[in-house]
């Protein structure tokens, strides 16, 4: 299982395209893969500070934006 996978925008496309090739290989090669997962499905809020402040800062890692449309890496 290939889990918790994100990179802030605007490199996560790119880099989702290099994770999945990756996980492709390994299983090509023989090893078991049950699973890839991106965390998160939405965007987060206030995450950079761990929940602590209450910023509304939006931390863009999430498969779809807070507004549930879809983003680039989605």
Request: with cysteine; proline share 4%; net charge negative.
């Amino acid at each position: 299982m290939h889990t918790e996978t994100n990179i802030k925008m605007p490199y996560c496309t790119e880099w989702v395209l290099k994770q999945w090739a990756n996980v492709h290989r390994l299983k090509h090669d023989g090893v078991p893969i049950v699973g890839f997962t991106w965390y998160s499905l939405v965007h987060h809020v206030d995450w950079d500070t761990a929940l602590r402040e209450d910023n509304g800062n939006i931390n863009e890692l999430g498969l779809y934006n807070l507004n549930r449309e879809i983003t680039p890496v989605g």
